[in-house]
């Protein structure tokens, strides 16, 4: 297997190695933050609050519980020596930022040009999604994606740009309400070879 995939692995494990506190925990966590901001958790409007707040942190965050080496294992071989890039556009996701818990909200464009075998375009979407769903920062999410890619699918290239617009910039903190991160990852082709680089640019911005 190749080496980058056995890593992966690897830190599939020691992720499921750190312990969970259960949602019994989670949901006081709520109540204690519910409290600090002056309000009483025992009046009606808030009583399930806990509750809920712990059912959407489960949904913001089950990437952790899913795994991308998997998504990406099934492959179809009859292309016909298909070649040329494969480009998923505008895929919207929505994450939370490492530094403040507050949403991302952005758009990917994810490329490869493929070495023999390509796989289902869903999956290109669900790799985004399962790194969305857990703490990021933008660069390392772009990374992720692309490094998955590249090491499962041992394409010729891979491209991943990323555009997101970060509510702790946003909405707290400096409050610039128009400005979005633009980041990207390339690899083989896209890293080598100018003009790939610039027919992904050219269908991405
Ligand atoms: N590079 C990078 N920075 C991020 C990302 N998301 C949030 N940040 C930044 O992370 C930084 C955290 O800075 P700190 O000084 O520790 O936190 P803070 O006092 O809340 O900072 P302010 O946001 O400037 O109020 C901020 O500058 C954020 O804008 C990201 O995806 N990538
Ligand atoms: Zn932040």
């Known amino acids: 297997m190749n080496p980058n995939v056995q890593a992966l692995d690897r830190a599939r494990a020691s992720l499921s190695d750190i312990q969970k506190p259960g949602r019994a925990e989670v949901e006081a966590a709520v109540r204690t933050i519910i409290r600090w901001t002056g309000e009483d958790p025992d009046r009606d409007g808030l009583r399930e609050t806990p509750a809920r707040v712990t059912r959407?942190?489960?949904?913001?965050?089950?990437?952790?519980?899913?795994?991308?080496?998997?998504?990406?294992?099934?492959?179809?071989?009859?292309?016909?020596?298909?070649?040329?890039?494969?480009?998923?556009r505008g895929i919207r996701f929505e994450s939370h930022c490492e530094h403040h818990m507050a949403p991302i909200v952005g758009q990917a464009w994810v490329a490869y040009i493929p070495n023999g075998r390509v796989v289902g375009i869903s999956k290109l979407a669900r790799v985004v999604n399962v790194y969305a769903r857990r703490l990021q920062i933008q660069e390392k999410m772009t990374a992720q994606i692309a490094n998955t890619i590249n090491d499962v699918l041992e394409p010729q290239g891979v491209g991943v740009i990323i555009k997101a617009s970060h509510h702790c910039m946003t909405t707290r903190g400096v409050h610039k309400p128009d400005s979005d991160l633009v980041t990207s990852r390339m690899l083989g082709c896209f890293r080598d070879n100018a003009l790939t680089r610039q027919e992904f640019l050219g269908m991405a911005t």
Not at 56 to 85: C, H, N, W
């Open 56 to 88: 959407a942190f489960e949904e913001f965050f089950s990437g952790y519980g899913q795994d991308p080496v998997e998504i990406l294992r099934k492959t179809f071989e009859e292309i016909e020596g298909y070649d040329e890039m494969i480009v998923l």
